[in-house]
């Protein structure tokens, strides 16, 4: 589920290192230019989309498949939901299984795999709570808590993954537990750990085989884990039992936090990295740059989970103001490219997800990057490009500053192309942000418009047809007040 609207004060301070700086060009060069914008990454990559069965008939269902397998997409995830399941059945153990038996059969026909999400508490496990809390929209998000309550989910767990033994591979155990929205009434990583704990031992006591998968997080919410990891250990069993998850996931919508209930955050591209997206929240530190899942995988480095890897469970943008300002097709759809890019650039991440595919009553139409008759917006294209369903597919190149010599003044954009056909405009990209929009290139650049130091560069060529081609990323070295200052100091030899 696309995340609730927080809000934070924006915090933070930049480092500037003086010294060794050709290891630093090396390092940063690197990290920009491992993956070209194109190119599809060797190694096994999860292209996810979530699809909600229980709201599409078996017609329905079969053509969204076949245009998300068509699309190069090869897993598919969806909420094996309790109260859902179990509603009107006649003992707590009692299931309609009907809408996940066929979304597991016809993505098994398809060869593409499936990751459910368990969550959602029935009434019945905490009936008082009707009492106090009269919405029932609410009340399946407060988790079960204390022995009784977790030996029933314990149980749902294992009728859930006795059911799809050998067929569904990854158990999600719940949905952003680190946010009230979905951990009622505020969330608690003891009580985090407790759930997580008695799914991780019912799951691998029904199919060891299966792998856990951490609640997705919301944002990359660095104090919750550490809270997390620090109730974990209370556990005499919790370094045995890895922690009680094998795979970590991840929410890292990429957005500036608003600073009242009142205004909009404001979405930022993946390659952005802003002191502003990171705060302070409950626990600690929470980053809202996409990029900030590192710092989530140097936390469970630090933990001694070096091993694990991380699934993107959601990342997306919405066409309209939700908690979020609006981002156009055409841009998000450039998001995801980079995305992407990014994601497979990281040998740790193992897919992504896109939130979201199909419009259902919880995944809103603008949201999602196909309609209800699965018409495609250039976002869907620019999904099928980046999995190379699509076959061709253009080139744009930024060619590198010859040494890593410092630049300064007028600098000319000037991207060689290939494949590539008319185009309807060019973005320049610093640093993430976009610059300015151009009719054609080469175009120039005033330097001075950024502050002295090292930035990376992009364009995005978008074409007539409708698609958008990213350039790959350059680093560069912009020194204008030492440029001033050589000159200055030859005035002054001169005079």
Known sequence: ?????????????????????????????????????????????????????????????????????????????????????????????????????????????????????????????????????????????????GSTELGYWSDFVNDVVSRYKGRVVQYEMWNEPNIEDFWKPSPKPDEYVALLRAGYLSVKNAYPGASVVFGGLNRNDLGYLD?????????????????????????????????????????????????????????????????????????????????????????????????????????????????????RNLPYITGMSWYSYYPTSPDKPEWSIVGTNLSETMTFRALKQTTGAEPGGATVTLPRVPNARPISGIYRVNPTVSNLGPTSNWEFYVDGVLQGVYERVPFDWNTSSVPDGFHTLMVAAYTREGSVWPSNMILVNVANVAESRNRGSFEDEGA
Do not use: C
């Not at 491992?34 to 599809?40: E, G, V």
């Not at 045995?240 to 795979?247: G, L, Q």
């Open 1 to 145: 589920m696309a995340p609730k609207k927080s809000e934070a004060p924006s915090k933070g301070k930049r480092l500037l290192i003086a010294t060794a700086t050709a290891v630093l060009i090396a390092a940063l060069a690197i990290a920009v230019t491992q993956l070209t914008p194109n190119q599809i990454a060797t190694t096994t990559f999860d292209y996810t989309l979530p699809v909600n069965s229980a709201e599409l008939d078996d017609t329905q269902l079969t053509k969204a498949l076949d245009v998300a397998k068509a699309a190069g997409v090869n897993s598919v995830s969806s909420g094996a939901v309790w109260w859902y399941l179990n509603e009107g059945q006649p003992s707590p153990r009692s299931y309609d299984w009907s809408s996940l038996d066929r979304l597991v059969n016809a993505a098994e026909t398809r060869g593409m795999t499936v990751k459910l999400q368990l969550s959602g508490t029935p009434d019945w496990v905490h009936p008082d709570l009707e009492n106090s809390v009269p919405n029932p929209s609410d009340r399946i998000w407060y988790p079960p808590r």
């Open 227 to 343: 809270a997390y990891y620090w109730e974990a250990k209370k556990y005499l069993d919790a370094a045995v039992d890895s922690y009680f998850f094998d795979i970590m996931d991840v929410h890292p919508y990429s957005s500036i936090p608003s600073a009242t209930t009142d205004e909009l955050q404001e979405p930022i591209s993946p390659d952005r990295d802003t002191s502003s997206a990171v705060f302070d929240g409950i626990f600690g530190t929470v980053d809202q740059n996409f990029l900030g899942i590192k710092k989530i995988k140097s936390a469970m480095d630090d933990q001694g989970d070096a091993e694990k890897s991380i699934f993107l469970g959601e990342y997306g943008f919405s066409t309209t103001d939700t908690w979020m300002k609006a981002v156009p097709d055409y841009r998000r759809a450039l998001y995801l490219k980079r995305a992407y890019i990014l994601a």
